[in-house]
């Protein structure tokens, strides 16, 4: 099953690869799409009051991977990330959920309407092979858990993004989201409860996600396909060390966005 | 070519029959069905033959088939309808299919064997892909309905031949044609003014039109080499726009009370629907992914659904 090319809509929508009846193969509807960034629009300005650097990293068309840093026992950084990348390119970006996300009702429809997708490798590869816009939180669930010790210390970190990288020769953009790890801490997570096969049911340290600030900082790309060929990917010690030049780029842009906020020298007031 | 088609007066037997009378490079099409005798016609005779007897598949094959010089065979016999179960069905879906592969690797003339399988062989589950190709995971869950495990028992006996045989054998896994008399699931279904579907999922649904999956088995006939394709329809949409676009309300429910709502309903009215078929698919969908048969066949879907008006 094919679609056709991805293309802007004559009303301002934003572009996507229409399976035939104004949705893409894996859902994603973009009026929906628009409707949600309205939606969220007050959240995204007025109560995280998300500002950002660097968006010119972010490619106008073809495929491109970003890799984030994950916190907060819910994906309120993907959602602020999701509403900052439509705002800044025009672009739906497609964040790759966990696999257990899909079983879960509601959510998983909504999800799929606003271009989220299941983290199947096929899902993925199809994707960047339509060049689509993705986003990969390396650290999984275990980053969303992470303790508030732990804020902005990255944790165990997945390979399969680099992986992806190299075989589909498309570059890595770094985001460094700064806020999110301080807005909404897991508590305790009871790992008894096991709703729609999550692997844990997260217990937040207060009822609400806190309005702290949130900066985006996007990298500068990194073409780690430059040094390997496609088949490369399937060497495990070239995509862990892909994946660490992803993990140290990153842990840099956190630092630096960490140090610009303790200089006061992002955000400001609204 | 000479084509001996089974399942002749299945609408999709009917439509291939169609297509391949007007291609000129088709000298004959021998067409075998269980009713009675339809006529023949120039370039056209019809054998009325029950494949559930070995007999009959064995004279068919080296009686009418070898008499006129068949080259390629298409298999479109197979039981329709979802509420029958038991081993006289099984022995329509897997055993005469068996015994028509195992009499036409004997026959020198016949080189092709063309089976469309259907996209229900394949297993469905949240954490699958969106889009199957055709190495995803077949569903062998012990528990699934005989009409899903007769389907996939034919598809690998087929699959297993693959190679095996002198036999350049074609599996087409088609998604569901929505169309009457096809033993579509979704047709009857629809049926209904009111569609129940599980609260809180709405997954994309491909079909295809009878004359799509007919146009893949006649390109699959007359293709070279062998191997199994998907072939996917010019429909894909979420089920919530599926049910509205054929004008039908669609209410969800929570997902245990649709299964036993849709056995009163297939009580009550003698339709077909079965939830416990559905299921997984109503919940994550499933689309199969074509760009084989795409590549391969030169397949492209180009007859979208006649959809009803509001």
Known sequence: ?270 | MRILVTGATTPLGGEVGRRLLTDPAVEHVLEAGAEPFLGDAPRLSYRRCDLTRERAVHDLVHGDARAHGVDTVIHLALHRSARDEGPRIHARNVLALRQLLAACAAVPTIARFVYPSSAAVYALRASGPALLDEDAALEFDPEAPQWIRDRVEADLTVCARMGMSRLAIVVLRTAEILAPDMGSQLWDYLRSRVCLRPLGFDPMINVISLEDAAAAVVLAAGARGQGVYNVAGADTLPLSRLIARWGRRDVPVPRPLLAPLYRLRAGATGLEFRFDLNLRRFQFGGLIDDARARADLGYRPTHPLRWPRP
């Open chain 1, 1 to 270: 099953m094919t679609s056709a090319p991805a293309r802007g809509q004559p009303d301002g929508l934003p572009a996507f690869r229409d399976a035939g009846h104004g949705y893409d193969v894996f859902g994603l509807d973009p009026r929906a799409a628009r409707r949600a960034a309205r939606l969220c629009g007050p959240l995204y300005r007025r109560y995280f009051r998300v500002t950002s650097t660097g968006s010119e990293h972010l490619p106008a068309t073809g495929a491109a991977i970003l890799v984030a840093n994950h916190a907060g026992t819910l994906p309120v950084d993907g959602a602020m990330l999701w509403l900052d990348v439509m705002a800044h390119s025009g672009r739906v970006l497609r964040p790759v959920a966990d696999l257990f996300v899909a079983a879960f009702p509601i959510v998983n429809t909504v999800f799929a309407r606003i271009g989220v997708v299941s983290g199947t490798r096929q899902n993925v590869r199809h994707l960047l092979e339509a060049g689509e816009l993705i986003a990969i939180f390396p650290e999984g669930t275990t980053g969303v858990a992470k303790p508030f010790r732990e804020r902005y210390r990255l944790q165990a970190w997945r390979v399969g993004h680099a992986e992806l990288a190299i075989r589909h020769r498309v570059p890595v953009i770094p985001v460094a989201i700064i806020g999110s790890e301080e807005s909404w801490p897991v508590a305790f997570k009871l790992r008894g409860v096991r709703a729609f096969g999550a692997p844990y049911l997260p217990i937040p340290a207060s009822p609400v996600p806190l309005p702290v600030r949130y900066h985006l900082h996007y990298g500068a790309p990194l073409a780690l396909h430059r040094d390997h060929p496609p088949d490369a990917a399937d060497d495990p010690v070239i995509a862990a060390a892909a994946a660490e030049r992803v993990k140290v780029a990153l842990a840099e842009l956190i630092a630096r966005g960490l140090e610009a906020r303790r200089a006061g020298a992002v955000g400001g007031r609204r």
